[in-house]
């Protein structure tokens, strides 16, 4: 009896090999979708009824990037149409001093906690495809189900944040010829969630972005460049500026511990396995090439802008810097479209997990991701959360509020505790004393500073919520 159900398991293994889709055949959509049978994996406390079914199948494409192009998907996170709003969110609260360190101190520990994470595709002989699955192998079904709902906030708000800043630019794009009023801020963020959701109806997943990369690099680069000219001239020409940081006492307090929190959310994206499931054997190393690009050469147009733009404006600067900067009409609306353009294109990265699941777990599986029935699913189900997300980026269009929540709730979480924790886990037998108190450290030290930001970030948008009523025209 033994005997048989050792060799009942080694079939199972076998065929589980034989179906994962292979880096150039995974999620073509050519005929019926090739199903792995899932696996029940056995969680840390070895209970039956704690183990979860997970599978590498997907609807989307796997293992088929190269670095590089999965380095300008996480430039393009960073630098996105968010980086207009860090002179205010960042620099004011912080000040010179402040805002400095903390921007070059952010990213040495978000490249060291990405960097784990990323070793961490493959345990126990498995690879993980997807941060939830990863984090339920190691801890179980609870943690599961916690992760999954963490990083499903983290994304939901980033996405918000996201439509609210293709509404301002629209907003701004139309307050440079008519300035009557009559285009509100809430007309400009549906508009923008329609666009948003037409962009994800062609676009079936995130691999297939590729050549919109491209786009959003340049894009990236007109809006940066734009602003950093327009400040450096407007900072030149202008009396001496203030950088006191604003605000009572008990005020600064507050708005401190919120900016630590959007420190780290420049950086992080919260879905680095699925980001990382994209990527060419070998993966680990791919993963880190990609993780060099980032934090080197693609965070330097965001230390420019952001700098350059508290150096011109101090402590008076725009939380939309573009809606600080003196210049041209048609070279203020060519940076205002083409931070519109890009936040279209960023929004996608971040929605993708969500797509992924809705694809997996409730598509059809059949024909390609272009047969009719295919697009219909993703205006039916892509358009519903979108919708979703332009509502309530519409009745509570307060960004920097957004950017610290998210940073609070769940990149701090996700990208700091859960990566040194999980680290911890499966390395522990292989690491000396002090490497786990450094971990420990980290585990402890990032959950308070993420309890602390949460309730900083909450006392905010209280106070704004208390200032602007719903669907207020900012």
């Not at 199903?35 to 209970?47: F, G, I």
């Amino acid at each position: 009896m033994d005997q048989h159900q050792h060799d009942e398991e080694d079939q199972r293994a076998a065929l589980f090999h034989s179906s994962v889709p292979s880096s150039s055949s995974a999620g073509h959509g050519e005929g019926e979708k090739e199903t792995a049978p899932l696996l029940s994996y056995k969680m840390a406390d070895d209970k039956a009824d704690d183990s979860i079914q997970v599978s590498e199948d997907t609807a989307h494409q796997i293992s088929i990037d190269p670095w590089y192009q999965v380095g300008f998907i996480l430039t393009t996170g960073v630098n996105s149409a968010y980086v207009l709003g860090y002179s205010a969110s960042i620099m004011v609260p912080l000040g010179w001093i402040g805002g400095t360190c903390g921007l070059i101190l952010a990213a040495a520990i978000s490249m060291y906690a990405n960097a784990l994470l990323a070793r961490l595709h493959e345990v126990g002989g498995k690879r993980h495809i997807r941060y939830r699955d990863l984090a339920g192998h190691i801890y179980g079904r609870k943690m599961y189900s916690l992760t999954w709902a963490l990083q499903y906030v983290n994304l939901f708000m980033i996405n918000t944040g996201f439509i609210i800043l293709a509404g301002q630019a629209l907003k701004a794009i139309y307050v440079l010829f008519r300035d009557d009023g009559i285009l509100k801020l809430p007309y400009c963020i549906a508009l923008s969630g329609f666009v948003c959701a037409l962009f994800a109806f062609g676009i079936p997943y995130l691999s297939a972005l590729r050549i919109w990369l491209g786009l959003s690099t340049l894009f990236s680069l007109i809006y940066i460049v734009i602003a950093f000219v327009l400040s450096l001239k407007d900072g030149i020409t202008a009396p001496a500026k203030d950088y006191t940081i604003p605000g009572t006492h008990s005020d600064k307090i507050f708005t401190t511990i919120g900016a630590v929190a959007n420190l780290v959310f420049a950086y992080n994206t919260g879905m680095l396995p699925e980001i990382q499931a994209t990527i060419r054997p070998p993966v680990v190393n791919n993963m880190e090439k990609a993780l060099w690009f980032q934090f080197t050469i693609g965070s330097l147009p965001l230390y420019a802008v952001t700098f350059m733009g508290y150096w011109a404006y101090g402590s008076s600067t725009s939380s939309y810097l573009l809606n600080s900067v003196k210049g041209p009409i048609w070279i203020k609306t060519v940076a205002n479209l083409s931070a519109f353009l890009q936040t279209v294109i960023a929004l996608h990265i971040f929605a993708s997990p969500m797509y992924e699941f809705l694809d997996t777990r409730f598509g059809s599986g059949h024909g390609g991701p272009f047969a009719l029935h295919n697009i219909m699913f993703r205006v039916g189900v892509r358009g519903g959360y979108l919708t979703v997300n332009t509502l309530v980026a519409a009745m509570l269009p307060f960004l920097g509020d957004f950017m610290s929540l998210t940073g609070a709730l769940s990149t701090f979480p996700l990208t700091f505790v859960l990566a040194n924790h999980m680290y911890l886990m499966v390395k522990r037998h292989k690491m000396p004393i002090f490497q786990k108190c450094w971990h420990w450290l980290n585990v402890v030290g990032f959950s308070l500073l993420s309890a602390a930001a949460a309730v900083a970030a909450l006392r905010l948008i209280t106070v704004d919520s208390s200032t602007y009523h719903l669907f207020a025209d900012l």
